[in-house]
């Protein structure tokens, strides 16, 4: 991983092709500048331990879409890695290399232990503090990119498909799984408006309202599979959009 994690930082400044167009470091303090420790440390425990039973109900969901990485993917990045709950589906396989990306390095620790448990050895794992809006890695660096729940979270959902298109290699994979707003009209959409503001509090940033399936659709990868469900333990937090879509 070494090799990886060195081949991907030793970015020449002054090849412009290759640099990240805004500075990753610069980037994170401006979109997700520094929280108090406690609120950090809190919001990586509650994520490593509520999230259970939902990762149980989304489990045969993410099993059949990582399994779509199985053989073609060997440089996977994962945007807002935290605890690290899909190492699992997609890291076990001989020589796959991880670069996670996320701003709260409170979470490096659960990523770290969710790596060992699927069998990536640590030397083929990076974990990296940095925003999805500025990603520390060179152009087309990568084949494939997971992102869960996390577009909900960052602050500039288009600007992270920018990063997105220009990190993946051509025919390169981005796999999602995203919770969206609920349909104009309905009960649930309203209840998500009311409750927005204290969500985007509690769970650090992360809002109700985005129509992130949209977004994706739109974003102009060469194909896009996509397709929503409700799931029980997520309660207001539906529906959720998953899919895949290449460069
Ligand atoms: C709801 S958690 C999901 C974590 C993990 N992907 C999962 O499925 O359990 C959202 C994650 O996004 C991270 N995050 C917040 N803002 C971000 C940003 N701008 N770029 C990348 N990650 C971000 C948070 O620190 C957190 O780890």
Same mark, same amino acid.
């Given at each position: 991983m070494e090799a990886f994690g060195t081949a991907l930082f030793a970015i020449d400044p002054s090849s412009a092709s290759n640099s990240p167009p805004n500075d990753p470091t610069a980037m994170l303090n401006k979109?997700?500048?520094?929280?108090?420790?406690?609120?950090?440390e809190l919001?990586?425990?509650?994520?490593?331990?509520c999230m259970k039973p939902y990762e149980?109900?989304?489990? /045969?969901?993410?099993?059949?879409?990582f399994? =779509?990485?199985s053989g073609k993917a060997n440089r996977i990045l994962e945007l807002g890695i935290g605890t690290g709950p899909n190492l699992k589906y997609y890291a076990n396989e001989p020589g796959v290399q991880v670069f996670g990306v996320d701003p709260n390095m409170k979470m490096e620790k659960y990523a770290r232990a969710a790596a060992e448990g699927a069998g990536l050895p640590q030397t083929n794992f990076t974990f990296k503090q940095a925003v999805a809006e500025a990603l520390p890695l060179g152009d087309a660096s990568v084949d494939a990119i997971v992102g869960t729940l996390v577009l909900c979270s960052v602050k500039d959902v288009e600007l992270t498909l920018q990063e997105i298109m220009r990190v993946l290699k051509p025919g390169g994979m981005y796999v999602f799984v995203e919770h969206v707003a609920a349909e104009d009209g309905t009960i649930r959409r309203?209840?998500? /408006?009311i409750l927005d503001p204290l969500q985007q509090i509690v769970a650090d940033g992360c809002h109700l309202t985005r129509k992130t399936g949209n977004v994706i659709a739109e974003a102009g990868f060469s194909t896009v599979e996509l397709h929503q469900a409700f799931? +029980?333990?997520? +309660?207001?937090? =539906?529906?959720?959009v998953y899919g895949i879509a290449h460069k």
């Open positions: 979109i997700h500048p520094k929280r108090p420790d406690w609120y950090e919001y990586a425990l509650v994520t490593e331990t149980a109900e989304i489990a /045969g969901y993410k099993l059949q879409l399994a =779509n990485l309203f209840v998500q /408006g799931l +029980s333990t997520a +309660s207001i937090v =539906n529906p959720h």
